[in-house]
């Protein structure tokens, strides 16, 4: 991994490779290709579990075609060629099949990230994943904060970054923009900070 990471750049076709071999070495290992640069995600504890358990339920019960996808694999960053394994992933029922690890972006409607508590969260979720994002035209980015207990949904894309933020605290009511359309209550959250 330490090779990986100190490359500079590596292509797409490497990496894909190389995360493969990865994988079936290291047991749950996840690696990412953001800005050209190899990156491993951590494993995620219970309650980042439990958020993600939560969110499925919500999107459920408002939108039943369709599905929030954990891990799901997506093509990210056209011109540099990236892969991001966003928690979360909202796409219609369906919409990832026949694909293989890494799916095209153009029916995911929402990438979702939920931090961890570890030292490279700040610049992965808060700035490279929600940059990769944009620059692929995933219409909304969320953002569940658990260090600073806050949702953060960014919406309307825009080459590199979202024009517009949204931020509100754990137990205020949060609406997700069109295309997805889905308001959450998120009271419960404030059970799953740790």
């Not at 990412?32 to 491993?40: M, N």
């Not at 369709?66 to 990210?76: A, E, S, T």
């Not at 825009?158 to 209550?185: A, F, M, Q, R």
Request: glycine residues 8%.
């Amino acid at each position: 991994m330490t090779a990986l990471a100190d490359r500079p750049h590596i292509a797409t076709t490497d990496f894909e490779e190389a995360a493969r071999i990865f994988a079936r070495l290291e047991r749950g290992a996840r690696l990412e290709l953001i800005g050209g640069k190899v990156r491993s995600k951590p494993m995620p504890d219970g309650d980042h579990g439990l958020i993600i358990e939560w969110l499925t339920r919500m999107c459920i019960q408002s939108r039943p075609e369709l599905w929030l996808y954990p891990d799901q694999g997506i093509k990210v960053q056209t011109c540099r060629g990236g892969r991001a394994r966003p928690d979360g992933a909202l796409a219609p029922s369906g919409a990832v099949g026949g694909q293989g690890e890494w799916v095209d972006p153009d029916p995911v409607l929402m990438a979702v990230e939920v931090t961890s508590h570890d030292s490279d969260t700040d610049r992965s979720d808060r700035v490279e994943k929600s940059r990769a994002y944009a620059e692929t035209g995933i219409p909304v980015y969320l953002l569940i904060d658990r260090d600073n207990c806050e949702l953060a949904v960014y919406s309307e894309p825009n080459d590199s970054w979202y024009e517009n933020v949204h931020t509100v605290p754990y137990g205020k009511t949060l609406h997700l923009p069109d295309p997805v359309g889905i308001t959450l209550e998120t009271e419960p959250l404030k059970d799953w900070v740790n």
